[in-house]
């Protein structure tokens, strides 16, 4: 069976410093990824999706960059945080000959 | 471009109360619709979806049905219970994306049920 697995899940960083969320799948091949931003009382904003290996799409201009190093691996960066950057990141994938999402247990970012 | 829209929350009712959450669309062709649960501190799980007018998704107890005249997915239950206090979101995929199945996702309804 397929998983998706994000870490850290928590991680408070000050304004100016870099980050790396990392999210993997397993169990799969050639998935779509995503990354979407879930801000304090909003609801969810697709920031990046790849559809191969270095392949990426950005939905939204921002701070945020995303990179696909490996088939099954997504990675969300930034060079200096903001304060808007807070908010719980929550990567997914879907594949084959169904459209359904699934999603990671997210990562919740909060930047002082 | 695509939308939806859904009721604000909070929601709060008793267990066992019927629940409808309104969900409402924004879409050309024929979209896919989802309704998706998150609950405190997780990540999202997909609940139900339907892919065509006229299709009911159902699971848990939960159903909503496609409703291309009224451009809805109403997502209802019979009796709540407190283990759904949870977010409810509805989404759509739509029918041409251009690459990549990308989901657009409404604001997301609490519901809280109290005993």
């Known amino acids: 069976s397929q998983t998706i697995h994000q870490w850290p899940a928590t991680l408070v960083q000050p304004v100016g410093s870099p980050l790396s969320l990392e999210c993997t799948v397993e169990g799969t091949s050639n998935p779509n990824l995503y990354w979407y931003r879930q801000a304090a009382g909003r609801g969810l904003q697709l920031l990046f999706y790849?559809?191969?290996?270095?392949?990426i799409s950005s939905e939204v201009p921002q701070n945020l960059s995303a990179s696909r190093p490996q088939d099954r691996q997504f990675i969300l960066s930034s060079k200096k945080l903001l304060l808007s950057d807070s908010g719980f990141y929550l990567c997914?994938?879907?594949?084959?000959?169904?459209?359904?999402?699934?999603f990671g247990p997210g990562t919740r970012l909060t930047v002082l | 471009g695509n939308s939806v829209t859904q009721m604000e929350g909070p929601v709060t009712l008793s267990e066992e109360a019927f629940l409808t959450i309104n969900c409402t669309y924004t879409?050309?062709?024929?979209?896919?619709l989802f309704w998706y649960v998150q609950y405190p501190g997780e990540g999202l799980q997909l609940l139900l979806k339907a892919t065509k007018a006229d299709d009911k998704g159902s699971n848990k107890g939960f159903e909503a049905t496609y409703r291309k005249e009224t451009t809805s997915f109403h997502l209802e239950k019979g009796s709540v219970q407190v283990s759904d206090s949870a977010v409810y979101f509805c989404?759509?995929?739509?029918?041409?994306?251009?690459?990549?199945?990308?989901?657009?996702f409404g604001t997301g309804t609490q519901l809280k049920v109290e005993l």
């Open positions: 989404a759509l995929i739509p029918y041409l994306t251009g690459g990549g199945n990308k989901l657009t």
């Open positions: 879409a050309t062709g024929y979209p896919s």
């Open positions: 997914a994938w879907s594949g084959g000959l169904s459209n359904e999402q699934f």
């Open positions: 790849s559809v191969g290996i270095g392949q």
